[in-house]
Nanobody, 125 residues
Framework: QVQLVESGGGLVQAGGSLRLSCAASGRTFSDLNMAWFRQAPGKEREFVVYIYRARLGGRTAYTDSVQGRFTISKDNTKNTLYLQMDSLRPEDTARYYC????????????????WGQGTQVTVSS
């Protein structure tokens, strides 16, 4: 089992920045494929970005709307996943979830076995 705990959300003005963290425990962190998803009120949970586990090269992929503004990273020494969010927009307002899986990686929520409880990000205009 893997436990994921997100933190770092909050209220920020448009154009501002936040850094989300996802602390993982229960399994070798470097062996996990990981991702960030988000869910706005009344909408389905959507893919934001993923990162392959280290053994597969740590490649990343972003959804188009955050490309160039958000950056995902993993610190294997701290067992922590990060999401640096810059140039935030009101449409980025959502609850952000960290997800992980030992084998699968994709843009689909159903492909991730482990989920955190989420952290709220609110961007004011």
């Amino acid at each position: 089992q893997v436990q994921l705990v997100e933190s770092g959300g909050g209220l920020v003005q448009a154009g501002g920045s936040l850094r989300l963290s996802c602390a993982a425990s229960g399994r070798t962190f470097s062996d996990l494929n990981m991702a960030w998803f988000r869910q706005a009120p009344g909408k389905e949970r959507e893919f934001v970005v993923y990162i392959y586990r280290a053994r597969l090269g740590g490649r990343t992929a972003y959804t188009d709307s955050v490309q160039g503004r958000f950056t995902i990273s993993k610190d294997n020494t701290k067992n922590t996943l990060y999401l640096q969010m810059d140039s935030l927009r009101p449409e980025d307002t959502a609850r952000y979830y960290c997800a992980a899986d030992e084998w699968r990686i994709s843009t689909q929520t159903s492909h991730y076995r482990y989920w955190g409880q989420g952290t709220q990000v609110t961007v004011s205009s």
